[in-house]
């Protein structure tokens, strides 16, 4: 691509992104599947059987992921709870008009596979609004007539106790006012019809813009259920500024998009194209801030996360070019006790606000102690935040170790007492004391997409791992069956001897290669279809190369315990020597003296000293760190992802 070509691409985005001819800043928000739905649910006044906003309807239908859900997922690409109640929403909007029936069988694919193993997850520690959403997305697919849900009809199980928790948390909080918590009105569109709401006390609360709470899913609702002129003033206004989908929150603060859009500009390394737009975006908002008469207090929960981020972001900007802003721009949580409280009982849903302002720190002048008593309070949120995924992996890691130290302590007392297993008694030991499962599930956890946390439990393994487990125990047993019997060890070959006295030692080997081969077969087709396992595709590949890693020490002999049977590859693996000829000395070239040319072939010649080292440059590069995402769902702003960099 030539200069030309380049300047052209960037003159196309400064147009999208920084003209003042167009409004772009709403299609770089990210649409909310769940809110999408809820306005392709609208039926038109004048056309009833027809939607409102049938756009948006048309992005619920070409917008499902591959795996039959809608919603966000996670950085590594892997659906979060969240989508359970947006897939039952899109499935909802799709019913309620007749269209989508592909669309809306994979959607309930996705919600029987998902549903239980995903609230396991969770531990019973389901987010309020989640707790609240999913129950009322349930309720509702079963009032529209949706297929049957499986999981309603065990009444012990995780569902259930979601049922349960919403429950208490409608009593708890149907008369109470809490700075902590957004309103039950809030999440209008998934209360249930126990819940008595006066449709007055909806009016009462609707925004000066026609929205309840800001929120486009809620605000559909009230439209739905009073058909009050000022929501439609403001479903419509959303609508317009948004192509199909729409956002979680609107309207959202224009000034952060902005900001947001700059700071992703400097981290793309793209800010020598963007000069003038940039400076044009932090010289307006700098004269903002100057100007701000007073400090309004936020009033919420979710407009403290808002201006917290908002404002650390903005300063970290804007001192980066120049600009003289105070610290308490953004340090003011700090003087109010009941904001720093809410911070520290909310830490994971700040975590985002706590991350941009302790970056915002790192441009600390000398004697600003209020930016130092920032850089500490968000350091400790933040290390909590961390330690607190550590401990879950610490623990589940020990959980395997644990399991894996007791096999051997069975497999020992086996030798010690002379008892004999049967075969199913071994093999059920014996895959889990080969300890495969401790190398490949940690090393999982360092992939992307990562294995899950919540797989590393070993009663949770997939088919996949413990295929892997079985199949690494019958190679070893092939090739160790004398060396284990010598030494008095239960072995699957000597087992079938011992089993069948009438056959030999062939038949054995014989029969444990039968198994050996058909759980190959069916581990293959683990690795290399859909389907079958819930892992990463990078995790399944990673369990194949370990097979074969154990396919390597046992393939012809037991190679794991021989101190030479591999000192050759592991040679190779390492070094190996170019095979060079004898080399000849160039001759010098001889002097060209008269007018006589000759055209001279020159024969040249790698040389490789003997004692000539070998080094390899070591590059290191500073990793994206993630930190947990907010376990409150509420149709709020969501941040951008963020690493610790200065651009």
Request: charged share 20%; proline share 5%.
């Amino acid at each position: 691509m030539d200069l030309s070509s380049i300047q052209s691409l960037v003159n196309e985005m400064k147009e999208k992104m920084f003209s003042s001819n167009c409004d772009p800043y709403y299609s770089f928000i990210s649409a909310s599947a769940y809110d999408t739905a809820w306005l392709a649910m609208i039926p038109d006044p004048h056309q009833p059987s027809q939607p409102m906003f049938k756009n948006c309807l048309d992005w619920v239908l070409y917008n499902q992921k591959d795996e039959g859900s809608w919603g966000d997922c996670d950085a590594h690409g892997i659906p979060t709870i969240e989508c359970l109640p947006a897939t039952l929403a899109c499935i909802i909007a799709l019913k309620k008009w007749n269209v989508g029936t592909v669309c809306i069988e994979k959607g309930l694919a996705f919600i029987h596979a998902n549903t239980e193993k995903f609230l396991r997850e969770m531990n019973n520690n389901s987010p309020r609004r989640f707790a609240i959403v999913f129950p009322g997305m349930v309720d509702l697919a079963h009032t529209v007539g949706v297929v049957e849900l499986v999981f309603l009809h065990r009444p012990n199980g995780v569902v259930s106790e979601l049922f349960n928790t919403r429950q208490q948390i409608l009593e708890k909080e149907k008369d109470a006012e809490t700075y902590q918590s957004l309103p039950l009105l809030s999440y209008l569109e998934a209360l249930p019809a126990s819940y008595e709401i006066d449709e007055d006390d909806i009016i009462k609360c609707l925004s000066s813009d026609g929205s309840l709470f800001q929120s486009p899913s809620a605000t559909a609702s009230a439209f739905m259920a009073t058909g009050n002129k000022h929501c439609l003033a403001y479903l419509l206004s959303l609508v317009q500024r948004c192509d199909g989908g729409v956002p979680a929150t609107y309207p959202m603060d224009e000034e952060l998009i902005k900001l947001c859009m700059v700071n992703q500009v400097f981290r793309l390394g793209l800010a020598d194209h963007f000069t003038e737009e940039t400076e044009k975006v932090l010289a307006q908002v700098y004269r903002n801030y100057m100007n701000q008469e007073s400090w309004v207090k936020p009033s919420n929960l979710v407009a403290a996360q808002q201006a917290l981020f908002k404002d650390s972001l903005a300063f970290r900007l804007l001192r980066m070019h120049g600009y003289a802003l105070p610290s308490d721009s953004f340090c003011w949580f700090l003087q109010h006790g009941d904001i720093r409280d809410q911070i520290e009982n909310n830490n994971e849903y700040f975590s985002s606000a706590m991350l941009n302002v302790y970056r915002a720190t790192d441009l600390m002048f000398s004697g600003e102690y209020e930016l130092q008593e920032a850089r500490s309070f968000s350091k400790k949120l933040l290390d909590k935040t961390v330690s607190a995924g550590t401990r879950d992996q610490t623990h589940f890691i020990s959980s395997l170790w644990y399991e894996t130290f007791a096999s051997w302590f069975t497999e020992s007392m086996w030798g010690k007492i002379g008892s004999i297993p049967s075969m199913d008694e071994y093999l059920e030991t014996g895959m889990t004391s080969i300890a495969t499962h401790t190398i490949v599930l940690p090393a999982s956890c360092f992939l992307n997409p990562s294995l899950p946390i919540s797989k590393l439990r070993p009663q949770q393994c997939e088919s996949i791992t413990k295929l892997l487990m079985l199949i690494a125990r019958l190679l070893n047993d092939v090739q160790s069956y004398q060396k284990e019997k010598d030494e008095g060890k239960a072995n699957s070959v000597s087992l079938y001897l011992q089993e069948n006295p009438e056959a030999g030692i062939e038949d054995s080997i014989a029969f444990v290669r039968e198994i050996l081969d058909e759980k190959k077969k069916e581990f293959l087709q683990h690795v290399l279809m859909d389907g079958f396992c819930d892992l990463p595709k990078p995790c399944k590949h990673l369990h194949l190369s370990c097979l074969k890693v154990f396919q390597m020490f046992f393939n012809s002999t037991n190679r794991y315990d021989s101190n030479t049977e591999m000192l050759q590859d592991i040679n190779k693996a390492f070094y190996l020597p170019l095979e060079v000829g004898n080399s000849k000395p160039l001759n010098p070239l001889p002097l060209q003296t008269g007018t006589k040319k000759k055209h001279l072939t020159i024969n040249s010649y790698f040389n490789r000293p003997s004692d000539c080292k070998h080094y390899m440059n070591r590059s290191f590069a500073t990793r994206p760190i993630s930190w947990p995402a907010s376990t409150d769902y509420g149709p709020k702003f969501i941040p951008p992802k963020f690493r610790f960099c200065f651009t």
